[in-house]
């Protein structure tokens, strides 16, 4: 289990898909899971496995990660970009990313700015803002950017960023937690399930653009229909120095984490003691959730169609929308055990009692 856990966080993470672009998380997904059921794609790129009877019960993750895409090539063979979802420019400079051309090549660059040595005493000091910045692919002008290296305006770009293991054996480094974690957990709970006889019909499914407005799970409530939807996510630890110890609720060590409640989201109180009651029968380590800021597909899902019960399973990481997260993959691993225990519980009365209100 723990094996395979490594294999898929490596490659889904390794892999360059920004909002809209999502191909290459969505080509390890259906190889994944090609014999584990049907295969089908919606029209905005989200992609489904179903099989089974009875119920449904989706399993969703969003494929996409935070990127830039290219907004204009200066005379000189600079590229300035657009941020794709939510960064801090704190996080960016000096950071190695690809530009993926439309032919499929990845062109290395570093982001950069004027140098601190010809900035003012009162500006060194200050973030430098989005604006400001700019990628060197190492092109001498526009015609060579666009000629030599086949880049044109649009093109998706995303960090460059290996999966690395940490001297703590459990401890792994890399981009795009959020959420290739909950991508893997799909897949990999998927696979473990596929040679029992589940009570339901089982959907796993990779949604697109989340992180630029929970778009993606808007048309998989539509496609799908689901009777309970499971939402997968690397959400942000707060273990680190500046918060305070005895409020931490997404602690790396901790196991996995339940979400109760965030912005764009109430989750169904019925499914949140199904879920608490299921860990503790399992002996899962879980840790509950409030959040004040933040949001997941959730926010779409409990709110379509009828209303969708859901719920939001979460392996917690460090510095989440950076070119590098860190999480203890023991918390992986308890929310592949959750997910897999809860879809062998939800059975058609389960679902009925979950809205059950008169």
Same mark, same amino acid.
């Given at each position: ?47 489904? =496995? *179903? ?5 449904? +019960? ?6 996409? #990660? /935070? &990127?830039? %895409? ?22 960016l400079l000096s950071q190695r990313v690809y530009v ?94 596929? =040679? *029992? ?5 089982? +959907? ?6 989340? #992180? /630029? &407005?929970? %778009? ?44 109760m409640q965030d912005p764009t989201a109430i989750m ?91």
């Amino acid at each position: 289990m723990k094996d395979k856990a490594i294999s898929l966080l490596k490659s889904l993470t390794e892999a360059h898909s920004v909002p809209g672009y999502e191909d290459e998380v969505r080509e390890i997904f259906s190889k994944e899971l090609s014999a584990m059921g049907d295969i089908s794609t919606d029209h905005m790129g989200g992609v489904y =496995c *179903e099989r089974g009877d009875g119920p449904k +019960i989706l399993l969703a993750g969003h494929m996409d #990660e /935070v &990127g830039f %895409r290219v907004q204009h090539i200066t005379p000189d063979g600079f590229i300035k970009f657009l941020p794709v979802g939510g960064w801090w420019a704190h996080t960016l400079l000096s950071q190695r990313v690809y530009v993926k051309t439309s032919s499929g090549a990845k062109v290395l660059g570093v982001i950069s700015s004027k140098p601190p040595h010809f900035l003012p005493t009162s500006e060194r000091n200050k973030v430098m803002a989005l604006g400001a910045l700019f990628i060197d692919v190492g092109a001498a002008s526009d015609e060579e950017a666009e000629r030599d290296f086949g880049i044109r305006l649009g093109d998706p770009i995303a960090p460059d960023t290996e999966f690395t293991a940490m001297q703590k054996r459990d401890y792994y480094m890399a981009k795009a937690f959020d959420n290739r974690v909950g991508m893997a957990c799909a897949i990999q709970t998927a696979q473990e399930l596929s =040679c *029992e006889k589940i009570p339901n019909t089982l +959907i796993v499914s990779g949604t697109v653009q989340e #992180e /630029v &407005g929970l %778009r993606g799970s808007k048309v998989a409530a539509v496609k799908t229909k689901p009777d309970v939807t499971i939402v997968l996510e690397g959400p942000p630890a707060d273990d680190a120095p500046g918060f305070p110890k005895n409020e931490a609720q997404g602690k790396l060590g901790g196991g996995v984490q339940v979400r109760m409640q965030d912005p764009t989201a109430i989750m169904n109180p019925k499914l949140v003691q199904l879920v608490v009651e299921t860990a503790e029968q399992e002996a899962i380590r879980y840790q509950l959730t409030m959040r004040s800021s933040g949001g997941t597909d959730a926010g779409s899902f409990h709110q379509a169609n009828e209303g969708i019960p859901s719920i939001v399973l979460g392996t917690p990481a460090r510095y989440i929308h950076s070119h590098n997260g860190v999480i203890d993959i023991n918390d992986y691993l308890e929310m592949v055990k959750l997910s897999k225990a809860l879809v062998r519980k939800l059975d058609a009365a389960t679902v009925a009692g979950l809205t059950e209100y008169l």
